[in-house]
């Protein structure tokens, strides 16, 4: 006895991408950092955590000013660190959920420090960098140097590096130019 056969069925449709997925796929397709796509993501589960599982599509600006605010009054948060986690948010809304967000700037929100920040002298500076070795000592001397960001230090290469003319060449660095910059005598 034969079993009667099952008709062909179609293949199943690719599952749709989960919200954070979508939003590292925009992110790279913008050429954001890999700190940035990781700290937006971070910024965005917390408000959707926050909203108690709610998907962003189903919130707007109430929600976000909410959030905000919390950010402020409750968590005590900087004001930089406000405008990290506001800026992950319109990125979600704008980016990967296609809905423009007029954002009002009558929001609760933290005051930015006027207090100077601590710089070391230059004499300062050199003792601490003395008193390292090796490859961090060769490290912190070229960011001091140079003006490089760690992560424009840590992607030197051996090309990028002119002897003849005192200068570094700085490929990729924030923002994705591609800058030059002095190269000390001591280094």
């Known amino acids: 006895q034969n079993p009667t056969p099952t008709p062909p069925q179609d293949p199943p449709s690719p599952k749709a991408k989960k919200l954070l997925e979508q939003v590292s796929d925009a992110i790279r397709i913008k050429h954001y950092s890999q700190r940035t796509e990781q700290t937006y993501i971070d910024w965005i589960r917390r408000y959707i955590l926050f909203h108690n599982k709610r998907h962003p599509k189903d919130m707007g600006v109430p929600e976000i000013q909410a959030f ?35 954002f009002p700037s009558d929001v609760i929100r933290a005051e930015k420090s006027k207090t100077l920040p601590t710089v070391l002298t230059q004499q300062e500076a050199m003792t ?59 280094l």
Request: overall charge positive; glycine content about 6%.
């Open 68 to 102: 905000i605010t919390h950010l402020a009054t409750q968590r005590h948060l900087s004001a930089s660190s406000q405008n990290q986690a506001l800026s992950a948010i319109l990125f979600l809304y704008r980016h990967v959920l296609n809905k423009e967000i007029d």
């Open 128 to 186: 601490v960098i003395n008193k390292m070795t090796g490859l961090p000592q060769l490290m912190t001397k070229i960011l001091y140097g140079s003006g490089l960001r760690l992560m424009e230090c840590l992607r030197l290469r051996v090309k990028d590096i002119d002897f003849g003319n005192h200068t570094l060449i700085v490929r990729d660095g924030k923002g994705e130019n591609d800058r030059a910059t002095i190269l000390p005598e001591s």
